[in-house]
């Protein structure tokens, strides 16, 4: 079945938060993309505003309580792919994720389900017809939703001042999708628009309300010529979605960074206390003899450039004095998780 693919660790893959306003989203198997189908500027952008709109971000309040959803900013994908299973979202600024807070990430591509009744879905057809169009003739539709009747007056199409014609009319609909084909007439089979085969089509689907094309008739099967002036029938499609949902817990980085002391020998697998470097006492400081340090962290990698000593009490270090002076590092990934680590320098004079 349909789900959301978890996060795994070892691979960096599946459902999981990158940072606070970036999410990867790993499907189990690929949905159709409306994108792949979009044929200009406008297409692609209401695609885009599609697939943005599948997906919900929104904190879970516990006891099956959420809090309304995060804003998305846009959603990234692969643009050239014709079916899709990995997502990157990126949130709006001021919807960051709270890791201290629970996620849940909700996936629907809001297929529609076939009625249990009926609905009306209007249509309008405009057309325009060839210059050697009778100025009298009945324009009118022989259809799979009409009977295949041009002759019945319910399909006449009205002319218009431009000289086009319209006709508006209903179809009821309880699949989700659901396909009608036509031809345009003079009013009888006697003469028919000049398509090379077949008949033109639209798709309707049940969550609209109402929809209309516009068309041409390029010549009459009827016309001198008509042996050399056949065209394609119009096939109107829609974006027929992948029928899938699912939700998963959004996995978020709460693990603070990792630091390994790398050198001296002697601070490896010690605690803080015991992690001791001596320096000689009215001498400048040599760099050398500050330790080596590496850095990785479960979602950042190698954070190591990361490290700094705080300013503070645990930043001094004085070696006109004998004593011992604790250091800190500190580190922090992206989440805003800290690591911090302490030593000791201990000044010393010599014997």
Excluded: C
Aim: aromatic residues 12%.
């Amino acid at each position: 079945s349909f789900k959301l693919l978890p996060f795994s660790p070892e691979e960096m893959s599946g459902t999981y938060a990158i940072d606070p306003r970036t999410l990867v989203v790993k499907t189990s198997s690929a949905v159709a993309s409306p994108y792949a189908e979009a044929e200009n500027d406008e297409e692609r952008v209401a695609a885009e505003a599609l697939i943005t709109s599948w997906f919900e971000i929104k904190e879970d309040l516990g006891n099956g309580q959420y809090g309304e959803a995060l804003e998305i900013e846009r959603v990234d994908f692969g643009k050239t792919n014709t079916t899709l299973n990995t997502f990157v979202i990126a949130l709006a600024e001021g919807s960051e994720l709270d890791n201290t807070k629970d996620y849940e990430v909700f996936f629907d591509t809001m297929y529609p389900q076939d009625l249990e009744t009926a609905k009306e879905v209007t249509v309008t057809l405009n057309v325009t017809v060839p210059e050697n169009t009778p100025s009298d003739a009945v324009i009118s539709l022989g259809a799979s939703f009409g009977g295949w009747s041009p002759d019945n007056a319910a399909w006449a199409a009205t002319k218009q001042s431009d000289g086009t014609y319209s006709i508006t009319f209903t179809i009821s609909v309880t699949a989700a999708y659901s396909t009608h084909e036509y031809k345009w007439t003079q009013g009888s089979w006697a003469i028919g628009e000049n398509l090379a085969s077949g008949n033109r089509s639209f798709v309707l689907s049940n969550d609209m309300d109402s929809v209309e094309f516009d068309d041409v008739v390029l010549a009459w099967d009827n016309d001198a010529d008509a042996a050399d002036t056949k065209y394609a029938a119009t096939s109107r499609t829609v974006f027929v979605p992948t029928n899938a949902s699912a939700s998963l817990a959004l996995d978020l980085d709460t693990e603070a960074p990792v630091l390994t002391f790398v050198s001296p020998l002697s601070f490896v697998g010690k605690e803080a206390a015991d992690r001791i470097i001596e320096v000689p006492w009215g001498q400048p400081f040599d760099q050398s003899l500050f330790p080596r340090y590496s850095v990785t962290d479960n979602r950042d990698g190698d954070i190591t450039s990361f490290v700094f000593v705080p300013k503070g009490e645990m930043s001094v270090l004085n070696t006109a004095e004998e004593g011992d002076y604790v250091i800190m590092l500190q580190v922090e990934d992206k989440w805003g998780n800290v690591t911090q680590e302490t030593f000791i320098f201990r000044v010393v004079k010599g014997e």
